[in-house]
């Protein structure tokens, strides 16, 4: 059962086939140049893409807009420090403008950077800074047999120190939960081991925090040493073992811009935080401000005190498990247990019929647009180049924006996407121009159905 009741509505419309057929065409077959107006059910991301409640709208209307000093930064330092436990507090327009301000100053050319599995941006960012993103997911993420198959492999990170060398690592980073795989959660037991390990490298331990409240929702559920705290109490623990954290305040803290640096107050970080504190002057605004709105700051400080409510998080991860059961039913092959903000699709398995140099999940992309206006994402060979990723589609739920007929909408795509492929019509794609910088390439590239 819901926990919400609408106040405000959009209406969306459905295009007729052709004309979707053609604005496909037209987006050179990248979901990201589709325009929204055109999209029916879009779970292209749950970044920034939410609805805010009632509340977070009040605070809007309270916010003070001082170049320095803002009344709302301080309510954002304080719900920080009272949510997740960090004093230090430098704000960003979005979470990629704090991976800047973080990873430009921490990570320099020549260094190697651990983490459970990079995201897109987080992989460019260390890129950028001339380091090296290595990914230490645990053996088997995705087997369906860990209940944290988003954990970080500590021992791969040993090893990689024994490579390398110790004073080449300057960050050991984990991302909860682990977008790049499925969205599975890690435990605050890993957490703790990856604590270790920075320890004994002398190294930077950052949580990217961007959907904390989910893993701690799952921690909760899955590790017993918690199952009688609140969703609240395991959100402070496991961010209890970082030094700093990045967050996009467009995912947990439940808006639609900004996010934060945040760190501890920490005489062996103060050197860490004046150099970030510098970048984020140049880069992102004053320190009080950071490129975001009084208005979206204030927002921002109610939406994290909302995403560890009970109710909140409860109903978030339940909406997601049902989506992932309507299409288990119909036989897609989704990863399961499905994560705290999306369901991931195994194109491989869907489309066997594509070779992998084709594409198979951006094709889906493609097919689930065409045949019912739903856009998601590819996070397989396409974004992610020159790597053994799975290939996978994601299907990214906004927060308390769609309802149980619109997940309806999205099962019954896949059921008309499947009677194509069981007729041979879907093909795969070739990339006919794409940006220099391959990290980022799904972002603009643009493609056409292979034999064109």
Known sequence: MRAYKSKVVT?????????????????????????????????????????????????????????????????????????????????????????????????S???????????????????NAGAEPVDCPVEGALSGDREFAGDLDVGKVRDLADEVG?????AVVVTI?????????????NLRAAREVADELDATFVVDACRFAENAYFVREREEEFADASVAEVARE??????????????????????????????????????????????????????????????????????VE??????????VRRLGELLADRGVPVHRPTGGHAVYVDADAFLPEIPREEFPGQALVCELYREGGVRAVELGSFAFPDSDRPELVRLALPRRTYGADHLEHVAETFEKVAERRDAGEISGLEIVEEPEMAELRHFSAELRPVGE
């Open 11 to 107: 209406p969306i419309r459905l295009p007729d086939r052709d004309e979707r057929a053609a604005n496909l065409e037209r987006a050179g077959y990248n979901a990201f140049n589709l325009d929204s107006s055109d999209v029916f059910v879009d779970l292209l991301t749950d970044s920034g893409t939410g609805t805010m409640s009632d509340a977070q709208w009040a605070a809007l209307m309270r916010g003070d807009e001082a170049y320095a000093g803002s009344e709302s930064f301080a309510r954002l330092e304080e719900a920080v420090s009272d949510v997740m436990g960090f004093e230090r507090l430098l704000p960003a327009h979005q979470g990629r403008g704090a991976e800047n301000v973080l990873y430009g100053a921490l990570v």
């Open 109 to 127: 050319e020549g260094d190697y950077v651990p983490n459970n599995t990079h995201f897109d941006t987080t992989r460019a960012h260390v890129a």
């Open 166 to 170: 110790a004073d080449r690592i300057p």
């Open 177 to 189: 939960t682990n977008n790049s795989l499925a969205g599975q959660p890690v435990s605050v037991e």
């Open 238 to 307: 496991q961010l209890s073992y970082a030094d700093a954290v990045v967050m996009s305040g467009k995912k947990d803290g439940l808006v639609n811009v900004g996010g934060f640096v945040g760190l501890r107050d920490d005489p062996e970080l103060d050197d860490l935080f004046e150099r970030a504190r510098e970048r984020a002057i140049l880069y992102e605004g004053f320190t009080t401000y950071g490129g975001m709105a009084g208005r979206d700051l204030a927002a921002m400080a109610v939406g994290l005190r909302e995403a």
């Open 310 to 319: 009970e109710r909140y998080v409860a109903d978030r991860v339940a909406q």
